[in-house]
């Protein structure tokens, strides 16, 4: 954990986690900085890359980490200097660097979601999927090569927004699992 957080450090002393701008998704009254770090972005001259940041809860996908993914693959298609995109887990790099991180992504929030639906807030859940959706739309229409690194725990909705990726790289590491298409046959 220790080395993980050096190389973080050293990475932020890089300018590679910038928090002095903001990619979030939620408008600027609700800013957050714990769901800016749910998703971060790494930038190179021609590339960029989105690495889910969530690796206690198995980076399940949260409505603030779909919403910011979907702005910043939108931004990315329109930025003619980029030549590709990246998506990855953090659990990518931390497995380079000293076998930890389990999942690159495995679905959907549910526990968040099953508290919204026992609250009442059903219209929240159904934003939710439809954000979701129209992301896993826009990857699968994506004009610039996309690359989606599937190291570890690849589930449902992490599927969703891995597979549609004009390139796929699977580890010796990657389970990818989607019950809910067992469902649908």
């Not at 995109?85 to 953090?90: C, G, I, R, W």
Request: glycine share 6%; net charge positive; aromatic share 8%.
């Amino acid at each position: 954990m220790q080395r993980a957080k050096a190389v973080r450090s050293s990475l932020q002393k890089l300018g590679v986690f910038s928090h002095h701008r903001s990619f979030s998704a939620l408008p600027n009254y609700a800013r957050n900085d714990d769901l800016q770090e749910q998703v971060l972005v790494e930038g190179r001259a021609k590339s960029r890359a989105a690495i889910l940041n969530r690796p206690s809860h198995l980076n399940a996908l949260t409505m603030p980490m779909v919403a910011r993914l979907k702005r910043l693959y939108e931004s990315w298609e329109e930025n003619s200097d980029l030549g590709f995109v990246l998506m990855k887990s953090l659990a990518a790099i931390l497995n380079s660097l000293k076998g930890s991180g389990r999942a690159f992504c495995s679905g959907a929030d549910v526990v968040a979601l099953n508290r919204l639906l026992n609250e009442g807030k059903v219209e929240e859940c159904k934003k939710f999927f439809q954000t979701l959706y129209k992301f896993v739309y826009l990857l699968g229409t994506y004009v610039k090569p996309n690359v989606a690194i599937m190291n570890g725990i690849t589930m449902a909705g992490g599927a969703g927004i891995s597979i549609p990726a004009m390139f796929r790289v699977v580890t010796d590491k990657t389970h990818v699992k989607c019950p809910n298409w067992i469902i649908c046959h």
